[in-house]
């Protein structure tokens, strides 16, 4: 594999799996490039919500707007340049604020092999 560099508009957002909102994420970097992780970017409209027992580590950083990620360990709120970890098997809800958010994230294993 190769060094490369990714920007929002490389990434076919596509609506989040199992979610009826307005939630979408679009990989850049999986299964399919023999990469042991995958890599992409999510966009979330205005106030949606998103349930989800994480099938995987999940690393997200936020890169516009606002998200609260809440779980059985307590709730923490993410802006601009901040990173939050959804470690595997744990339940959490994201939630976006009024402006919605754009985030990066990164998954070890892949999430779309462990939700299959």
Do not use: C
Request: proline letters at 5%; aromatic letters at 6%.
């Amino acid at each position: 594999m190769k060094v490369r560099k990714f920007n929002i508009t490389d990434a076919v957002l596509e609506r989040s799996p199992g979610q009826g909102g307005d939630v979408f994420v679009g990989n850049l970097v999986d299964q399919r490039h023999a990469s042991p992780i995958t890599i992409g970017y999510g966009r979330y409209g205005p106030n949606q919500t998103l349930e989800e027992t994480m099938a995987v580590d999940d690393v997200m950083v936020v890169l516009e707007g606002r998200l609260s990620v809440s779980g059985k360990s307590g709730s923490v709120t993410a802006g601009p340049g901040e990173i939050v970890h959804m470690p595997k098997g744990q339940k959490v809800t994201i939630r976006s604020h009024e402006q919605g958010a754009v985030t990066a994230y990164v998954t070890y294993p892949h999430w779309q092999e462990a939700r299959g």
